[in-house]
C-alpha cells in the first residue's frame, strides 16, 4: 500500500486560531474539545447530572493534572460532557527566583521553536498534551477506537463579566444537556 504524501496545494489546513495572536500569553481561555465522531464516549446525562463513563473518569484525571505538566497553569470551572469537555485555562506569567534574596529574576515566557508550530507553554501545547494523555490511556485499555476531533475551539477571555458568563455556562451545561 502506497503511504499517504502531503500536497501542500492540495492539503492545506487553515488555522482556527486567531491570527497574530500570541496563544502564550498571559490570561484566561475557554476551550472546548470534541470528540471526532461525536458519540457519547464519555459518559450521559441523567436527570441533568452528568455521570462518567470510564474513559470519562480518565479524561476528567488527565484534566486535572495539566498543572502538573504545565506549572505556568491554573485550572478554572470546567465539565467534562457525554462527548465533549469545556474548561476555562488560566496561562500565568512564571517567575524564576533567585535563592539568595528571593526576587525575580526574568520572565519564562515560552519562544517559538523554529522546528515545530506549537509553541511550548502555549495553549495548544497544553490541549495536545491533555489529549495525547488521554489517547495513550484508551489504547492501552482496549479503546482502540477512541479519536478526538483534530482542533479545540477557543475563545480568549477579556473581561470580567465574560468569564463569570463562562463559568456558569460551563456549570449548567450538564443540566442544559438535550443530547447534541
Not at 497574530?20 to 436527570?47: E, K, L, R
Not at 441533568?48 to 470510564?54: D, F, G, I
Not at 528571593?102 to 502555549?122: A, R, T
Request: net charge neutral.
Amino acid at each position: 500500500m502506497e503511504k499517504f504524501k502531503y500536497n501542500p496545494e492540495i492539503h492545506h489546513r487553515q488555522s482556527i486560531r486567531l491570527k497574530g495572536y500570541d496563544y502564550s500569553s498571559p490570561g484566561f481561555y475557554f476551550v472546548t474539545i470534541c470528540i471526532d465522531d461525536g458519540q457519547y464516549q464519555f459518559g450521559n446525562v441523567v436527570n441533568k447530572k452528568m455521570y462518567l463513563s470510564s474513559i470519562g473518569e480518565i479524561v476528567q484525571k488527565c484534566w486535572l493534572e495539566i498543572p502538573k505538566h504545565y506549572p505556568n497553569i491554573v485550572l478554572n470551572e470546567f465539565v467534562v460532557m457525554p462527548n465533549h469537555v469545556h474548561g476555562i485555562i488560566e496561562i500565568i506569567v512564571q517567575r524564576s527566583v533567585r535563592a539568595q534574596n528571593l526576587e525575580p529574576v526574568h520572565d519564562l515566557l515560552p519562544s517559538q521553536n523554529e522546528f515545530q508550530h506549537i509553541i511550548p507553554k502555549s495553549l495548544g501545547s497544553i490541549i495536545r498534551g491533555f489529549k495525547i494523555g488521554v489517547t495513550k490511556w484508551c489504547r492501552k485499555n482496549n479503546h482502540e477506537y477512541f479519536k478526538w476531533h483534530r482542533d479545540f475551539y477557543d475563545h480568549i477571555i477579556r473581561e470580567n463579566d465574560d468569564i463569570d458568563d463562562i463559568r456558569q455556562y460551563i456549570k449548567n451545561n450538564p443540566a442544559d444537556w438535550e443530547g447534541g
